[in-house]
């Protein structure tokens, strides 16, 4: 691995920009790996294995690697990390950078879809299910609401997400 | 004999009570005026016009007392051809010498003391809301003119030279008959100087603790006057009653505290003192036990300036300036 | 077009002196708006000293002291803390901003802390303008 | 009666509305009102908007909340998820130049976010705004004598600084515990009741790593407590416990039956009397015998009955 | 009319690289009374300082004001050389244009040079107000107070003592010996803690210079270098410390039992307790918030008859104590009595505590089996609670696998940002004494990195990794409470990046070291301040470590931050030789920056008199009347009371009234108002 600091600056920038801003305090103490469910699972690049990557400059070359969309977002590794880095800000910002890179699997695409067209990421059609317990076959969320559907297509549309050309 | 000093007294924007003052010299006044001959007296007491002292030579006049702040041209005038036609200028009283109560009408704009006069006091009857107005025209044919309102109110030595300063409101008695007697013995201090003791009210106060030999104690609780009654005999600033003796000139031996009520420091900064409101902050918060003192003399005295600038306020290093930006 | 307000700072030499040079030692950047006038403790400036600075012009006026308990004359601070905050009230009811003058408890380890509290003071003082009675006189 | 917003989220009302159910059963005879809110979308999941552009988050997470902020309520939510990501983006709108921009964001949909409404979870409601006392009263069923092996889930309970109620201890969680200890259940402690389920991201990019991590835990509440369910009150791990308990038996990585799955309030409506058609009918695994012990006569509490 | 000399340093280019030099200099010259202004590449260099020096000499200057860093480090030099040239020293004002100026404005040179054209101006106008002060002295009492009786007190204390000079020694426990006698072996030696100690306890306990104060505290202090008065309280131990042989006999009858805060609290102690067994002095004492008051008879009441014989029924303790040193009927005063002590310097030497495990929420701190280092410290060491025994506290076996965690609380910004300095080590110590005790034992070590800097200390673990001991790199991140009381370890091995898990049987986390929570009252005592890791502040960290800001006054051992035996030690020697100097010296000198009472002016309100800190003011005759003075060799030179002063009759020498309202003149004069 050569280090280059073009590189190195340029990765810790891209992190500070999508919402890492904590990525310098870290020390490398491995706390935050050590209560990670990701880590444990065994995805390679998760907190502090992640961040060393990072602050190795490498960036580009990891772009690939789907081990930040395993991350379970628990905040485990904000609650123990000794810095102030919130880990879990840097596993979001490299998604992040990835997601704006178009480099995530296709399988996510479905719920982008979900929330953009019935504000719902997770969507099955569920009066059958309702009607079952007793409930009104249409709940009172944005699944069948109209208005509240354009008003979360505004806020994606007026964004980075809407120009991605996933809707 | 010797030629008596001849002697004016100016009112200005004041309430005529330093003149009060003179008056209550009673017979030591007749001894005086032995010495004295008094050339002028207005508005107040003598039946003597402005054109009459406007008519009198430069420096015919050998003292020239004035009392009142300067707050309108007429003031303004008078106090100027007063000055000119005088040796030594006096500035007589908290009025003149600081500002006095009527300063602290500068802590708000003219509109908001025209309205309040001529409009919404209580006893006024002003239906159509007229306002008074420098120059009128009565019945078509009198044009009639009125001093008008200066911007900012002024102490004297703001518009002319002074050489000496008497503070109180009023002036005491037993002390204008000490400043009139040094007058004519020729006992004065340099011009530019405060007539004065040089010393603070607390020094002539009975009931300073230090001076009974007892320890001055921080002041943990903070009263109004309305709370209580104080005690006759203990500091009314040790029992929490803010009292500005400290910080203020004692040539008044201390006739507000020989009645129960605390001081408020119409006598004036102590001599080589900048500042009045600024001087007595920091000598009354550094009296005060701790912050929730402080906290509790905020919550009771609700507005500071009128608390620390009383008598002092145009005299203040800020105010005259903050004071000129208030109608911009 | 933002100008660079004039601070008249008074600094107590145990804590906000010390950490004003704590911020020279580590090179931490503030704009060239504040000149500390150095004072044993805070407890030596009266507020006459603050009302001429704002008389002389100044736009900003600061005080710094050591954090409570850490006075080196043991209760200095809580007296300035006493007399400035009746002055502050007094300013303010005098009709004077009182935003342009700052209290702070800034030790000599806070040398960061130091540059902060001065760039955010200009940043408010940009804001606020020019001390109106430079002009008003 | 004290109102509060239901924020429903996707998962219950689509998939689970048998735990919605129970959530509007329960709550007005404990005294408090539920009141919906109309047109609430996603919170967005973490999978979305917060993987995309934390703008976007923020933005329609606030939507959300100023649902709940126009009616002058707080939000309570019964998924963990929604409750971090609300609770999150929420912290994150304190910072003032993220609230300007994400405001002008919302100004084009007409709506403002002011931070006046807090969120809670419901479990946080019961525990707190109800309390304990009234818990047991409204009991029909005492579960004295059932074991039960509490499911917090993560997004309660970290990071600790973002929530507007927390744990004592979130190490040591003990909001559930309390709840279900108020129906006179047991509830035992085992070694990874703070471990997690592996539902999530990790169980859609990578279904053989979250079933490794499920497996540790079940097998862990499984030989140090026996337990004879689950109770959880996080609505993504009650799918977890009930989708994938029955994949590890069919492969045979688990040698005992399923252990049924209740979301916290199906337990409680179960324990107040509601009719189990209603309140606890969808799952995976087969929870009528549960169901029977829960509801046996004999556990009827006498003042109620 | 003054003449003033203004001097501007270019400090290489540490000032002119940033100020347009000239230019200020130019400025200067332009100021009123400015006689002189020259400029130099390093003011504080031999021909710099000769170049002023000449200037005073030859007449043309009787101020002079040098433009170049801190007056903090700098003035006493300047001073020095025109004091050496014959002018009165305190003519002397300096502008500080590079650490708050050139050093922090290095990205708007423009601004940074007006700027140092106004502090210049600043300091002129001071310098023209500035007149000569004369320097005073004082008597010294030749005494020394060491406050502490760990081995840091005990070191300087008998450094002081050997030296010849009277020296109190005050520990607030009822023996001398600090956190060393708790330990079983220090590193990197493994010399028995106790062996090297307890001689060292006794010497200075019988060193005929030295009164050492045990179960005491200080009280109170006032005065200033070479004059302090110290009020200590002498806790009531309610057994007369004359009589009482250490014998143990009245502990062993107790039956009030408490935690043994000796033993870390793993064990209990008696309400009657001799604190170890090597005390020093050996001397029981009564808890009293632990004593039961046996048959309800409070302390200083008669005691019950008994019905038969007409026998006093005594207390347990009472009636063993076979030199008749309790009695439990005595009126004793609960506060203990105060003795006085006058001493011309004073060694600080409080030592740390270490944090609760109770801090560290995802460590299990319920758990019994998780144990702070201290604790197991006291279960390894023959005169604990276990003697010496390796045993978990939860079911008193032996564990089979034990952890070892490091930095809990230091390196963390949650608790303390600092590294607690000697953990690593102390660590290693225990793993490696486990292990030759029983090999057997599995020992995980979890380290961010290991930090052995120290002589020795390197060899030391790197022997350990030869011994078998597991050294893993990665903060542990939480513990788990699994059946039998065992724990699961949560780690992380960076150098595979993988997570570990494993149980462990018993687990040991080393907290950070922090200052005890009494400090706080102490150093408002002392008038100590706080570092921004909450130690105590030394005057310079790195040329100043021993001393503070206050003359006199002297730091040692752990209370200024973290230090191991060695270092202790050290610094402790190096303190009780800074603070012998005044003593060798017999006078010291008070600076003149103080204040001082015109009585003319004062108008004896006295509200001066309580505001100051150091009650250097008193109302006293003068010319017939109470007027205030200040007691010049207890004045600081704070000021608080100048600024109160109504009649503006104090004056603060070298801060004075026309030369502060000058200095504030001169920095509203030229503001420019630049774009930003």
């Given at each position: ?167 | ?328 | ?6 601070i008249?700072g008074?600094a107590?030499?145990?804590?906000t002196?010390?950490g004003a040079?704590?911020a020279?030692?580590?090179?931490a950047?503030y704009p060239?708006s504040i ?25 900003g006026?600061l005080v710094g ?37 700052r209290l702070e408890w800034i030790s000599?380890?806070e040398g960061y802390r130091f540059a902060e509290v001065v760039e955010e003071f200009t940043k408010e ?13 | ?305 | ?676």
């Open positions: 691995m050569l280090v280059e600091q073009k590189k190195i600056d340029e990765a810790v920038a891209t992190i500070i920009g999508f919402g890492g801003t904590g990525i310098l305090n870290c020390v490398q103490c491995g706390a935050c790996s050590a209560v990670c469910p990701g880590v444990k699972a065994g995805f390679p690049l998760l907190c502090r294995n992640l961040i060393r990557s990072l602050l190795n400059g490498q960036l580009e070359e990891i772009i690939e690697d789907s081990s930040s969309w395993g991350c379970q977002a628990c905040n485990r590794c904000t609650e123990v990390c000794p810095q102030g880095v919130r880990p879990q800000e840097v596993v979001f910002a490299f998604r992040r950078y990835q997601a704006n890179e178009l480099a995530f699997s296709t399988s996510a695409v479905t719920s982008q879809m979900n929330l953009y067209e019935t504000g719902h990421a997770v969507f099955t059609d569920p009066k059958e299910l309702r009607r079952q317990v007793g409930l009104p076959e249409v709940p009172p969320t944005s699944a069948f609401n109209k208005q509240a559907q354009e008003e979360i297509q505004a806020l994606i549309d007026n964004g980075p997400m809407g120009e991605l050309g996933l809707f | 004999m010797a030629a008596k000093v001849k002697t004016a007294f100016l009112l200005a924007g004041g309430c005529a009570g330093c003149e009060m003052s003179v008056v209550d010299l009673s017979e030591v006044l007749v001894d005086v005026l032995e010495s004295i001959e008094i050339v002028f007296w207005a508005p107040t007491v003598a039946d003597v016009k402005y054109c009459d002292l406007e008519e009198m030579e430069d420096n015919s006049i050998d003292v020239a007392f004035v009392d009142g702040m300067i707050r309108n041209t007429e003031n303004e005038h008078t106090v100027k051809v007063l000055r000119a036609k005088s040796k030594v200028l006096v500035a007589f009283g908290a009025c003149a010498t600081l500002g006095g109560i009527g300063a602290l009408g500068d802590l708000h704009t003219k509109e908001e003391l025209f309205k309040q006069a001529y409009q919404d006091s209580f006893s006024t009857d002003n239906p159509d809301g007229v306002m008074p107005s420098p120059e009128y025209l009565l019945d078509g044919k009198y044009e009639l003119t009125i001093p008008a309102l200066l911007d900012n109110c002024a102490t004297v030595d703001q518009i002319v030279d002074v050489e000496y300063y008497v503070g109180g409101c009023p002036p005491h008695p037993k002390f204008v008959g000490q400043i009139l007697t040094s007058l004519l013995a020729g006992e004065l201090p340099p011009p530019g100087s405060w007539i004065t003791s040089g010393k603070a009210v607390c020094d002539s106060c009975s009931r300073n603790p230090v001076r009974n030999g007892q320890e001055r104690l921080p002041v943990g609780e903070i009263k109004r006057t309305i709370d209580g009654t104080p005690d006759p005999d203990t500091c009314l600033l040790q029992q929490g009653y803010m009292c500005f003796g400290p910080v203020t000139q004692g040539d008044c031996e201390g006739s507000c505290l020989n009645v129960n009520m605390p001081c408020r420091g119409c006598g004036g900064p102590l001599p080589g003192i900048k500042d009045f409101g600024a001087r007595c902050v920091s000598t009354i918060a550094s009296s005060m036990a701790d912050d929730a003192a402080v906290d509790q003399f905020i919550d009771k005295y609700n507005d500071m300036a009128k608390m620390f600038y009383r008598y002092a306020h145009t005299a203040g290093s800020l105010n005259r300036k903050v004071a000129a930006l208030k109608d911009k | 077009m933002s100008f660079c307000p004039n008249v008074f107590c030499q145990w804590c002196y010390a040079d704590l020279g030692n580590l090179r950047k060239p000149k500390l006038i150095k004072v044993p403790c805070s407890g030596r400036v009266e507020p006459e000293h603050v009302l001429e600075a704002f008389a002389q012009g100044a736009d006026v002291g050591c954090h409570f308990g850490d006075c080196h004359y043991k209760t200095g601070n809580h007296k300035t803390s006493q007399r400035m905050k009746i002055f502050a009230k007094l300013l303010a009811d005098s009709g004077f901003d009182p935003r342009r003058f000599g380890a003082l940009q804001e606020l303008g020019p001390n109106p009675i430079k002009e008003g006189v | 009666m004290e109102k509060i917003g239901l924020y429903l989220g996707c998962n219950i009302p689509l998939k689970a509305p048998d735990i919605e159910q129970s959530i509007r059963q329960i709550l007005p005879p404990l005294g408090v009102e539920p009141v919906d809110l109309e047109g609430a979308a996603c919170c967005p999941a973490w999978g979305t908007a917060p993987s995309f552009d934390l703008d976007t988050w923020c933005a329609v997470s606030s939507r959300n909340i100023t649902l709940a902020e126009e009616q002058g309520l707080d939000i309570m939510t019964g998924c963990n998820s929604c409750f971090g990501v609300l609770s999150e983006a929420k912290h994150f709108m304190e910072d003032g130049e993220r609230r300007r921009t994400v405001n002008q964001k919302l100004a084009k949909i007409n709506r403002s976010f002011e931070g006046t409404s807090d969120i809670y979870h419901i479990a946080h409601v019961l525990h707190k705004k109800v309390g304990m006392e009234k818990i047991r009263e409204g009991l029909k069923f005492d579960l004295g004598g059932l074991k039960i092996a509490v499911q917090t889930g993560c997004h309660s309970l970290w990071p600790s600084d973002v929530y507007a109620v927390k744990e004592e201890n979130p190490y040591q969680p003990t909001i559930l515990k309390d709840l279900c200890e108020a129906t006179g259940a047991e509830v035992p402690h085992y070694s990874r009741l703070g471990a997690c389920c592996g539902m999530g991201g990790m169980r859609s990019t990578d279904m053989e790593k979250s079933l490794k991590l499920f497996k540790e835990k079940l097998v862990s509440i499984k030989e140090e407590t026996d337990a004879d369910m689950i109770v959880t009150t996080c609505s993504s791990c009650f799918l977890q416990f009930d989708m994938s308990q029955p994949i590890l038996r069919e492969r045979g990585e688990i040698d005992f039956e399923p252990l049924p799955t209740f979301y916290y309030t199906q337990l409680l409506a179960l324990a107040m009397g509601c009719d189990p058609s209603q309140v606890a009918a969808l799952s995976q695994i087969d929870r009528s015998a549960i169901i029977a012990r829960i509801q046996d006569e004999q556990r009827l509490i006498k003042e109620v009955a | 009319m003054a003449k003033v000399g203004v001097y501007v340093c270019h400090c290489g280019s540490n000032i002119a690289g940033v100020i347009d030099v000239s230019a200020v200099r130019d400025y200067a010259e332009t100021l009123p009374d400015v006689v002189i202004a020259r400029k130099d590449l390093f003011m504080c260099s031999d021909s710099g300082q000769e170049m002023v020096k000449q200037d005073v000499r030859d007449g043309l200057v009787d101020r002079v004001v040098v433009a170049a860093c801190t007056p903090r480090t700098h003035e006493p030099i300047f001073r020095a050389a025109i004091e050496k040239a014959g002018l009165n020293k305190y003519l002397f004002e300096m502008a500080n244009i590079r650490d708050q100026a050139s050093w922090v404005h290095g990205h708007d040179h423009e601004g940074a040079t007006e700027k140092a054209k106004l502090v210049v101006a600043s300091a002129v106008g001071k310098a023209r107000h500035l007149e000569p002060l004369e320097d005073k002295f004082v008597d010294v009492t030749d005494a020394a107070l060491v406050i502490g009786g760990g081995i840091g007190g005990i070191s300087a204390a008998l450094e002081l003592a050997n030296m010849g000079h009277k020296t109190f020694l005050v520990e607030k426990t009822p023996s001398i010996g600090g956190v060393m006698a708790q330990l079983d072996k220090t590193f990197p030696t493994n010399d028995c803690s106790a062996c090297i100690l307890t001689p060292m306890m006794v010497d200075a306990y019988n060193h005929p210079n030295i009164e050492t104060l045990t179960y005491s505290e200080v009280d109170d202090v006032s005065g200033y270098i070479g004059n302090f008065s110290v009020k200590i309280r002498r806790k009531q131990a309610y057994v007369d410390w004359d009589k009482c042989t250490g014998c143990g006999d009245c502990a062993a009858k107790c039956p009030a039992k408490t935690p043994d805060e000796f033993n870390a609290g793993l064990s209990d102690r008696r309400a009657a307790f001799i604190m170890f067994p090597q005390a020093v002095p050996k001397k029981a004492v009564i808890d009293m918030d632990a004593c039961i008051n046996c048959g309800g008879r409070e302390i200083g009441s008669e005691p019950k008859l008994n019905k038969k014989t007409g026998a006093p029924i005594l207390a347990p303790c009472e009636k063993a104590c076979p030199a008749d040193a309790i009695n439990r009927s005595l009126p004793l005063d609960p506060g203990g009595r105060i003795k006085e002590v006058e001493v011309g310097s004073i060694v600080v030497a409080t030592g740390y505590q270490v944090m609760d495990k109770g801090w560290f929420k995802e460590m299990a701190p319920d758990s019994p089996n998780v144990i702070t280092a201290l604790q197991l410290e006291r279960i390894i060491s023959a005169t604990g609670p276990t003697e010496g025994k390796l045993l978990r506290p939860s079911d008193n076996q032996k564990p089979k696998t034990i952890t070892f965690v490091s930095c809990m609380g230091s390196r963390d910004a949650n608790f303390h940002t600092y590294c607690s300095r000697f953990c690593c080590m102390y660590m290693i110590k225990q793993a490696r004494l486990l292990k030759e005790k029983y090999p057997e034992l599995v020992i995980n070590m979890h380290f961010i990195d290991v930090r052995t800097a120290g002589k020795d200390y390197d060899e030391y673990y790197t022997g350990a990794r030869r011994m078998g001991i597991n050294f893993f790199k990665g903060k542990v991140g939480g513990l788990e409470m699994l059946p039998e009381d065992k724990l699961r370890v949560l780690a992380y091995d960076m150098e595979s990046a993988e997570s570990i898990e494993y149980a462990s049987d018993l687990v040991v986390l080393a907290t950070a070291v922090e200052l005890p929570e009494d400090a706080q009252g102490l150093a408002q005592k002392l008038g100590l301040q706080f570092c921004g890791s909450n130690f105590f502040r030394e005057l310079h960290p790195k040329l100043g470590p021993v001393e503070t800001s206050t003359e006199g006054l002297f730091l040692a051992g752990c209370c200024q931050g973290p230090k191991d035996i060695p270092d202790t030690v050290s610094q402790a020697k190096g303190a009780a030789a800074a603070a012998a100097v005044p003593l060798a010296q017999g006078r010291v000198k008070i600076e003149p920056i103080i204040s001082e009472i015109i009585p003319e002016n004062c108008s004896g309100c006295g509200i001066c008199v309580p505001l100051c800190p150091y009650d250097a003011i008193a109302m006293s005759e003068w010319a017939g009347t109470a007027r205030a003075a200040i007691e010049m060799s207890a004045c600081k030179g704070c000021g608080v009371c100048t600024s109160a002063c109504p009649s503006g009759a104090i004056v603060l020498h070298g801060y004075e009234e026309d030369q502060i309202f000058a200095q504030i003149a001169a920095l509203t004069s030229g503001g420019r108002n630049h774009a930003g």
